[in-house]
């Protein structure tokens, strides 16, 4: 079973930046690069939403965000190190919440998050 170990939050001022990074462990070269990964966030009292996704190698890596994020979110990732990373930059308030990593289409286990607290 994949475990997804998330890091790299924290508490940051609006228009701040940090960079979040999952690590998956038990999962093999093959099987994490054939799979999208995303970054999901539930803040409070809220619905866990998927903010980016990036394909498989097959798909050319390809990368999706959601519209509250565009242009101020970049997610990447190394299958080599089976990580998963997500540069915010511009953060604002209402991107506090907490962060998590999954695969969108084949989902695992949720790990415990990283907290990301913007404060104004």
């Known amino acids: 079973q994949v475990q997804l170990v998330e890091s790299g939050g924290g508490l940051v001022q609006a228009g701040g930046s940090l960079r979040l990074s999952c690590a998956a462990s038990g999962s093999t070269f093959s099987t994490f690069s054939a799979k999208t990964i995303g970054w999901y966030r539930q803040a409070p009292g809220k619905q866990r939403e998927l903010v980016a996704s990036?394909?498989?190698?097959?798909?050319?890596?390809?990368?999706n965000y959601a519209d509250s994020v565009k242009g101020r979110f970049t997610i990447s990732r190394d299958n080599a190190k089976r990580t998963v990373y997500l540069q915010m930059n511009s953060l604002k308030p209402e991107d506090t919440a907490v962060y998590y990593c999954?695969?969108?289409?084949?989902?695992?286990?949720w790990g415990q998050g990283t907290q990301v607290t913007v404060s104004s």
């Open positions: 999954n695969f969108p289409y084949t989902m695992t286990n």
């Open positions: 990036v394909g498989s190698v097959r798909a050319g890596g390809s990368t």
